[in-house]
């Protein structure tokens, strides 16, 4: 079930806005560059930022997401026509023989258990052709970024548009590695409507993620930095063993 704040109508209609600019987006580009994909599924698309991103580059493009709210944002942006959008979760990814499969923000990390990741895994998998890849990223637990979300308890107020002034409020919830837990708090100061998303992240040691990476048929290629992130994740970049 996703959380919330990808979700909920509401909720996910203000997420672009209050989500801060996509520094990211720019280096999954050249990666899809690098690997010469022409044929890329963007899993766990969202709202649709980096796949419309992809098809802007003129790539055949599919956007997955459980979250109807979340692709009906994504559906309405400009651009949206050029992109296959499915609802649905990573281990029922549309068979599309894509050159790459893409994961980015947090979504290699929704998945807590080892079954359900190894289900995930192994629907990419069969999204991609013989000898595609699989890119996505994963907080590294030795940053202990929960601590510095502990200590960040200001809230963001944005004016958006359709919505007027949004607060939102970060909430560290519970620590109980290798799972982390928070609360996003949403106050529409327009009708007063207060809205709570709950989210929980699991955090995997690299070496953990490239031995679910080769029990699911894949051979990792590299490990990199995120460059908008220096130090604190790794971008991971596999290929279907066949």
């Not at 979760?89 to 979504?107: L, S």
């Amino acid at each position: 079930m996703p959380d919330a704040i990808f979700a909920d109508p509401r909720l996910a209609a203000v997420y672009d806005a209050l989500d801060g600019p996509r520094d990211d987006l720019p280096a999954y580009l050249s990666i899809a560059d690098e690997l010469g994909a022409r044929r890329v599924v963007d899993i766990g698309c969202g709202t649709g930022s980096l796949a419309l991103v992809l098809a802007g580059s003129g790539r055949t493009v599919v956007g997955v997401d459980p979250a109807a709210a979340s692709l009906a944002v994504a559906r309405s942006k400009d651009g949206a026509a050029a992109v296959e959008w499915h609802l649905g979760g990573a281990a029922k990814t549309p068979q599309c023989r894509a050159d790459v499969a893409m994961m980015i923000g947090n979504i290699a990390q929704v998945f807590l258990t080892d079954r359900d990741w190894d289900e995930a895994l192994r629907g990419v998998r069969g999204a991609l052709r013989s000898r595609g890849h699989v890119v996505f990223e994963t907080r590294r637990p030795s940053f202990r970024a929960w601590e510095e979300w502990a200590a960040d308890t200001g809230t963001v107020t944005r004016d958006v548009p359709g919505a007027g002034l949004v607060e939102q409020r970060f909430t560290l919830t519970a620590v109980d590695l290798p799972l982390v837990s928070f609360r996003f708090t949403y106050r529409f100061l327009s009708d007063g409507a207060v809205l709570v998303s709950d989210s929980t992240l699991r955090f995997r040691e690299r070496e953990e993620v490239e031995a679910s990476l080769a029990a699911a048929g894949f051979r990792v290629l590299q490990v990199r930095e995120a460059p908008d992130r220096p130090g604190r994740e790794d971008v991971f970049i596999a290929q279907r063993a066949a």
